[in-house]
Each structure stands twice: as structure tokens, then as C-alpha cells.
């Protein structure tokens, strides 16, 4: 992706007065679109994937690319999915809801 492209997504990332929708990138040219428009933006992003692998990988790439770009990773969560039907009558794992929990409670107190 040219420098030229990218500084016009983030000149209308940063002017955009609605949620944008950005397609058509491999996976990490979108994770390294996504960390510079991070980097540079002055609002809160959060994404929406379409299934877990998928934000799982996004997720695993974001770090990489706050690493190089010297951003520190705490800013990322992730907040995974239930993994499982609504019609059985067991839980998601401990893991999953505790990980949920923690995002939740950094969205609350303005850490993320």
C-alpha cells in the first residue's frame, strides 16, 4: 500500500463523522492499516470481526505492528466470542468469560 493511500484513509479516518468501513486488504496490510490508524487517530476504535480465527489473527497481528510501531500493547483487548450454540445448557469456558469480563471492566474505566 502506497504512503500516498494510506495518508488519505487516515485524513478521512480522522475527519469521518460516522463508523467507517474499510475492505478489499489482505489480513495484514489491514492489521497495519488498522495500527497506524490507531496510532494517529484521536478517537476509540474497536473492531468487529466475522469469526473468531478471524479476530484472533487480527488481534495477534495488531500486536505486531504496535510493537513496530512502538505503541504499547495495552491499548489492545480482545474480547472473544461464546464459541457455542444458545440452545446448550453449558457455559463457555472460564477463560473466554473471564476475558470478557476484564475488557468490559477497562471499557468502563477508560483504559481502553
Not at 27 to 46: C, D, F, P, Q
Amino acid at each position: 500500500m502506497s504512503s500516498r493511500l494510506a495518508s488519505e484513509i487516515l485524513r478521512f479516518w480522522n475527519t469521518a463523522q460516522k463508523p467507517a468501513k474499510l475492505g478489499g486488504l489482505n489480513a495484514s496490510a489491514s492489521a497495519w492499516l488498522i495500527a497506524k490508524l490507531i496510532s494517529e487517530s484521536r478517537n476509540n476504535v474497536a473492531l468487529v470481526c466475522s469469526d473468531s480465527d478471524t479476530s484472533t489473527k487480527l488481534h495477534q497481528d495488531l500486536k505486531t505492528f504496535f510493537a513496530l510501531l512502538g505503541l504499547p500493547s495495552e491499548q489492545l483487548d480482545f474480547f472473544p466470542g461464546w464459541e457455542q450454540s444458545p440452545y446448550l445448557a453449558y457455559a463457555p469456558s472460564i477463560k473466554n468469560r473471564v476475558r470478557r469480563l476484564r475488557t468490559l471492566h477497562r471499557l468502563g474505566r477508560g483504559e481502553i
